[in-house]
């Protein structure tokens, strides 16, 4: 009997073991969200263009648009997201801790949240850089023009060291003037409280596109730091940080090879001579079963989400109240910086 | 006579009664004893009025010539601009356009009926407890309200929240029977552990099976995450208010307690959450709990943060309750003993109504603090109005808009908070049967 029993448990703990195996060689997240039936994706509690939610609730914004593209690959379907909106406080722990899966929430990529707080970056979905603007009427076409000017720079930032350093640098003085947010921030720039307010030139954009008189504030040309955002997982589920890295690549893939939302269904039906295009919409090869998802795994998110400059001129581009240039976030072959491995 | 004579005049009738000189009576008595009484109050009248009337003529064209209809603020300054030739009116619209958000979050539209008579149901449940001509029946509702509460918001069958409430039956029924059959503590233990075996392993798959063979009011479920702005703070704030006006009382006493484990459980209790930080409670709500439970539990994280507000606020709550009995003259605790009365008795009829009547400020102090600090959700990411007023400036639609969201804030916390105001007074006059 005892015997028996021994036996059985043997074999219960075999069977467990081999169910642990077979667990190990797909993605623990990838079924834990295919399980659950939504992707759950940190976004900011609000930066236009980024993310917010509108009048009815739904979420909009470039860093939305990341986490319907993943939900895309994984389920088909961009609706199947479950929005956490996370402080810059609460964001890394959110992921670490397993609450979400992904988390694309303007964040920079720096040496110690990739090595130290054990996150993956999964790529750059954003080259940001902190830049300056002032009233027109100062009179200020450079940076290095600003001796003894007032600046209203958001404490506790590393905004705030980066210009520090600036000013340091080109031996001007400066006064620093605190806030704590950017409407306050906004708030006293617009009352005359400071000469110059500084913080991410896509915050600054945003700012000025808010403004009564946007045509009366300049923003100077000088980038004094290199912020590149990107969307992140943690670390230890490397097949789970493929699916997401190249999620993001399939939308710059596409923009570069000229697919958009538009024209991608007719590609995938009739093939194309790009033999890279058929790859990336799953007409040849077999991509998509390498990343445990389907086939078309791309060709649904540039059907249902957008390639990167759709979605990037959609939520930010010039033709938004933000009106942000292409800049470092052209295509390589535009002489920016968004360049994606080849899909082979 | 010869008196007559020498006196040249004397009154024979009385004089009526003459009004008062005009100098002495109504409003111009008013104005002299309180607005002109001397040169520099007249001087200080006419600068305090000068400024009255200059903030007013900023703010009341500004708030009554504001446009309210329009989809965007830049709409918004083109309609000021035609109307007035400048913008420095209100841009009321953000508030028709968004209302329902700041009031209810992101609950389905189609559901908000749910969160109205849910909040109705919450008047109509505190009203038996506010005032005493209420009829008592009503306390029925006050009784049934978190279950029906739970049920409306939160959807799902209404078996969930009906067997829970089951369960509180069970537990009193069982306290019932135990305590005949042994001491008052083993009973309270022994329905305590009953009860929780309910809760726990019964009310799960029961409620599951009711559901799908009887679904009745099967209301369709609304998660958490979608819950947000006023109403979060409704939530949070009464259960938060309900909840720590018992727990504290138990903590006041059971701080006086003579027994040593639960004299110090209880100061340890309250010293150490005092100690810590509202906001640092929420983040370890929000946070860490995550790490210490097992993975893929998926623990409500608005339940999370009223269990740790209301523990946050009962630890206060028992301090001002301390207050009050310690205010209490010895002769009331010997009088009570004389009378020969057991503990609860004597705390029930002589000690806790003289000791809460004192502390009526000092627990309504509390309670506003508390609903105000609700608004600290915002930095976990639960959109309660403040954390809305955000959402809706990164909407390129709004961005740049800022008085109009935070006045509105502003007097939604103000009639909450005002009314509790004015009720603990009334109730204070209400209770005065002392020497004054």
Redesign the interface.
């Known amino acids: 009997m005892n015997k028996t029993a021994f036996v059985s448990a043997l074999a219960a703990a075999g069977l467990v073991a081999t169910g642990a195996m077979a667990q190990s060689s797909g993605s623990a997240t990838l079924a834990?969200v295919q399980e659950h039936g939504a992707v759950k994706c940190g976004v900011?509690?609000?930066?236009?263009?980024f993310?917010?939610?509108?009048?009815?609730?739904v979420w909009k914004g470039f860093d939305i648009d990341f986490c319907r593209a993943v939900a895309a690959a994984v389920f088909g379907d961009p609706e199947k997201v479950?929005?956490?909106?996370?402080?810059s406080?609460?964001r890394f722990?959110?992921l670490s801790?397993?609450?979400i899966d992904l988390l694309a929430r303007n964040t920079t990529w720096t040496f110690s949240r990739d090595v130290d707080l054990k996150l993956d970056f999964v790529g750059v979905n954003y080259y940001d850089g902190q830049g300056f603007m002032v009233p027109k009427d100062l009179g200020v076409s450079s940076a290095k023009e600003l001796e003894g000017a007032t600046v209203c720079i958001e404490t506790g930032t590393t905004t705030e060291l980066n210009l520090a350093d600036f000013f340091r640098i080109n031996e001007l003085d400066y006064e620093p003037v605190p806030v704590e947010s950017f409407?306050e921030a906004?708030?006293q720039f617009l009352a005359g409280a400071c000469d110059v307010y500084t913080t991410d030139a896509s915050a600054l954009a945003?700012?000025r596109?808010?403004?009564?008189t946007p045509g009366d504030y300049v923003v100077l040309p000088e980038i004094i730091s290199k912020e590149p955002l990107g969307p992140l997982v943690r670390h230890g589920d490397s097949e789970w940080a493929d699916i997401v890295r190249w999620s993001f690549n399939a939308m710059v893939a596409a923009e570069e090879l000229g697919v958009t939302s538009a024209n991608a269904a007719e590609m995938a039906e009739n093939g194309t001579n790009s033999p890279e295009i058929n790859r990336l919409l799953g007409r040849e090869g077999e991509l998509g079963a390498m990343l445990g998802l389907p086939n078309d795994f791309a060709l649904n998110i540039i059907t249902k989400v957008g390639n990167y400059g759709e979605s990037f001129e959609a939520n930010i581009g010039e033709s938004?109240?933000?009106g942000l240039a292409r800049g470092l976030n052209a295509q390589w072959t535009d002489g920016g910086l968004i360049y994606s491995p080849p899909f082979r | 006579m010869k008196n007559s004579k020498s006196v040249a005049f004397v009154r024979e009738g009385m004089i009526d009664q003459q009004p008062a000189p005009a100098s002495q009576i109504g409003a111009v008595r008013w104005l002299k004893d309180n607005l002109f009484s001397s040169v520099l109050n007249s001087i200080l009248t006419i600068i305090s009025l000068l400024v009255i009337f200059w903030v007013l003529s900023g703010i009341v064209p500004w708030m009554f010539g504001g446009v309210w209809n329009a989809s965007s603020l830049s709409e918004c300054r083109d309609i000021l601009n035609e109307r007035y030739g400048n913008t420095h009116y209100a841009c009321w619209a953000v508030l028709t356009e968004r209302w329902q958000q700041l009031l209810f979050g992101f609950y389905p539209a189609e559901e908000i009926w749910r969160a109205v008579v849910a909040f109705v149901l919450m008047l109509v449940a505190i009203a038996p407890v506010l005032f005493e001509s209420v009829p008592r029946k009503l306390l029925w509702v006050t009784i049934a309200f978190p279950f029906l509460m739970v049920w409306l918001v939160w959807g799902g069958p209404i078996w969930g929240p009906l067997l829970v409430a089951l369960g509180f039956v069970l537990f009193y029924v069982s306290y019932v029977v135990l305590e005949r059959k042994s001491s008052t503590l083993l009973a309270l233990i022994g329905s305590l552990v009953i009860g929780l075996v309910w809760w726990m392993f019964c009310v799960g798959p029961l409620s599951e099976a009711l559901g799908s063979a009887l679904p009745i009011g099967d209301l369709e479920r609304v998660e958490s995450r979608v819950l947000g702005g006023f109403m979060i703070c409704v939530i949070i704030g009464l259960s938060g208010i309900a909840l720590s006006l018992p727990i504290g009382l138990i903590l006041a006493l059971g701080r006086q307690s003579n027994l040593w484990v639960v004299k110090a459980i209880c100061v340890g209790f309250i010293e150490f959450i005092r100690g810590v930080p509202l906001i640092t409670l929420l983040f370890t709500a929000s946070l860490l709990l995550n790490y210490f439970l097992p993975p893929g539990t998926a623990f409500d994280l608005t339940l999370r943060v009223i269990i740790m507000v209301t523990l946050f606020s009962s630890a206060y709550m028992a301090e001002v309750i301390r207050g009050g009995l310690a205010a209490l003259p010895k002769g009331q605790y010997e009088a009570a003993d004389a009378l020969g009365l057991d503990y609860w008795q004597s705390q029930r009829l002589i000690i806790m109504p003289q000791a809460l009547k004192i502390s009526i400020p000092g627990i309504v102090n509390t309670f506003i603090g508390l609903f105000k600090d609700t608004t600290l959700v915002m930095f976990i990411g639960i959109f309660d109005m403040l954390g809305l007023s955000n959402a809706i400036r990164a909407n390129s639609a709004w961005n740049g808009i800022n008085w109009e969201l935070y006045i509105f804030i502003g007097l939604v916390f103000w009639i909450c908070c005002f009314s509790m105001s004015q009720y603990s007074q009334w109730l204070e006059r209400k209770l005065r049967t002392g020497h004054h």
Do not use: H, V, W
């Not at chain 1, 900011?44 to 263009?49: L, R, Y």
């Not at chain 1, 993310?51 to 609730?57: C, F, H, L, Q, S």
């Not at chain 1, 479950?82 to 402080?87: H, K, N």
């Open positions: 834990a900011n509690t609000g930066t236009p263009g993310a917010a939610p509108d009048a009815d609730g479950e929005y956490t909106p996370l402080t406080a609460t722990t959110a801790s397993g609450e409407t906004q708030n945003a700012a596109s808010a403004f009564e938004t109240t933000i």
